[in-house]
């Protein structure tokens, strides 16, 4: 494990109280929030109060099993990144970060795919699992004709990371398939359903996530299930056996009710035999990545050199 940016650490609490201070603007999420508050959430762009910016430089496009997703194919490629966006399972979408995902494809030299999946609670696990699996599959069969590479990463942020585990799980346990993606980006996931001790001891304080919240996205995610189902290797990846994973860069924040997560899913991950990077950033809050702090600019940074590099 290396702690980063410790130079950086005034600026970033001080972020984190600016953001608690202004919880009471914010929609509430809660456990149940309400269908105005859903409806704003997927509205805005992930962690703000305006619509995302959509770029002409995204390809809309219809996969396997009608599966939405967003293309972004730079002059050059030397490889594809399958991209899952976050927001609990139940808000964010493939276009709610255009300018970083084509900045990512134009400075790391991949078509970058992000995946459209289905959101909850409209449509509960395992329709985004599902999804993003078909996305993946799809991908497996035809990047070599669709972008001149057989060359395959795959990441996402928050839920964005829980579904990327799921998904090489998903592949290699339904399709046979182990070593096709060479690399994971995990930023921050919840890996853990039932919930870990970091994510419990959490309580309610107003950043970006806490227990509640986390309570919340995996009653819309897994309604009707209970702590023990959702230890299910298929909902919680840190029950699984990780064997045959590709090298991982794993991020979290200090300050983030889903470290655990991270720590426990980098042991386990290297544990299984492949190389894990377990990155923890000084102070940093849950979703950091979404706002212009210092950390997210060296975090971006750092992103795209694993991404080239792998």
């Known amino acids: 494990m290396k702690i980063t940016d ?7 609490l001080a972020f984190n109280e600016h953001f608690e201070a202004a919880a009471a603007g914010r929609p509430a999420r809660g456990r149940a929030p309400s269908a105005a508050a859903l409806a ?33 194919v730079p002059g050059q490629i030397d ?5 899952i966006h976050g927001g609990g399972w139940a808000f964010g979408s493939a276009d709610g970060q255009d300018e970083r995902l084509w900045w990512l494809a134009e400075q790391a030299r991949l078509a970058v795919v992000s995946v459209d999946y289905r959101l909850a609670p409209e449509h509960p696990f395992p329709a985004g699992p599902d999804d993003c699996e078909a996305a993946a599959w799809w991908l497996v069969k035809h990047a070599a004709s669709e972008f001149g590479t057989e060359r395959l990463l795959i990441g996402g942020e928050s839920a964005g990371a ?44 107003p950043l970006l996530s806490n227990t ?8 819309l995610f897994t309604p009707g299930m209970g702590e023990e189902q959702r230890r299910s290797p298929e909902v919680s990846p840190l029950f699984a056996d990780l ?25 386990r991950w290297q544990a299984a ?27 971006l940074r750092r992103q795209r050199d694993f991404l080239a590099s792998s």
């Open 6 to 12: 410790e130079d950086c650490l005034h600026e970033t």
């Open 212 to 219: 509640d919240t986390l309570r919340g996205g995996y009653e």
């Open 273 to 299: 035999g492949a190389p894990v990077q377990l990155d923890v950033v000084a102070g940093a809050m849950h979703g950091f990545t979404l706002f212009p702090l210092t950390v997210t600019e060296r975090e």
């Open 162 to 205: 829980h579904l990327s585990v799921v998904t090489l799980l998903r592949l290699r346990d339904r399709h046979g398939v182990t070593g096709a993606f060479r690399a994971a980006n995990l930023l921050f996931g919840p890996y853990d359903l039932s919930m870990t001790p970091s994510q419990r001891r959490f309580g309610p304080r």
């Open 40 to 72: 704003l959430l997927r509205r805005n762009r992930l962690g703000g109060d305006t619509p995302p910016v959509r770029l002409p430089h995204g390809q809309d496009r219809v996969v396997q099993d009608g599966v939405k997703v967003r293309a972004f």
């Open 79 to 83: 490889g594809v990144y399958l991209h």
């Open 243 to 267: 064997a045959g994973l590709p090298p991982a860069r794993i991020v979290v924040g200090a300050e983030d009710p889903l470290l655990d997560d991270s720590m426990f899913l980098a042991a």
